[in-house]
C-alpha cells in the first residue's frame, strides 16, 4: 500500500510538471558542434541509401545483360536528344525509372519475405 501510494503521487507530480513545461518556452541553442554532426548525419544517410540502390540495381543489370542493353539504348537516345545527360532527360528516361522501381520492389519483397 505505501508503494501503491508513493507510485500515485509520484504519477501526479510528474503530469502537473508536464502541463508547466507545456507553458514555458523552450530556448535550446543549438552548438556548432551539433549543427555539424547533424549534416554529417544527413549526408552519411542520403548517400548510404543511394549508393546501395545504385549497386543492386547495376548487379541487376549485370545478371541481365538484355535489359542491360535495352537501358543503354534508352540513356543512348536521351544524350542524341539533349545533347548531354540532363535532369530532365534522367526523369523522360522511362526505362530507367522501371529498373529501379522493380529493385526497390524486390529489395521490400526480399524484407517483407526475411521478416
Keep these: 500500500n505505501q508503494s501503491n501510494t508513493t507510485r500515485e503521487t509520484s504519477t501526479t507530480d510528474n503530469l502537473s ?13 543549438l552548438t556548432d558542434k551539433t549543427i555539424a554532426a547533424q549534416s554529417v548525419l544527413f549526408l552519411i544517410v542520403g548517400f548510404d541509401t543511394t549508393a546501395s540502390t545504385l549497386a543492386f540495381a547495376s ?11 535495352r537501358l543503354r539504348q534508352e ?12 535532369y ?5 528516361a522511362k ?21
Design 17 to 29: 510538471g508536464i502541463n508547466n513545461l507545456s507553458i514555458i518556452p523552450s530556448k535550446q541553442v
Design 59 to 69: 548487379f541487376l543489370l549485370a545478371k541481365y545483360p538484355v535489359h542491360q542493353q
Design 75 to 86: 540513356l543512348q537516345q536521351m544524350v542524341q536528344e539533349h545533347g548531354d545527360v540532363t
Design 88 to 92: 530532365q532527360g534522367i526523369m523522360e
Design 95 to 115: 526505362f530507367l525509372d522501371a529498373c529501379i522501381m522493380e529493385y526497390l520492389a524486390l529489395t521490400w519483397f526480399y524484407v517483407l519475405e526475411t521478416w
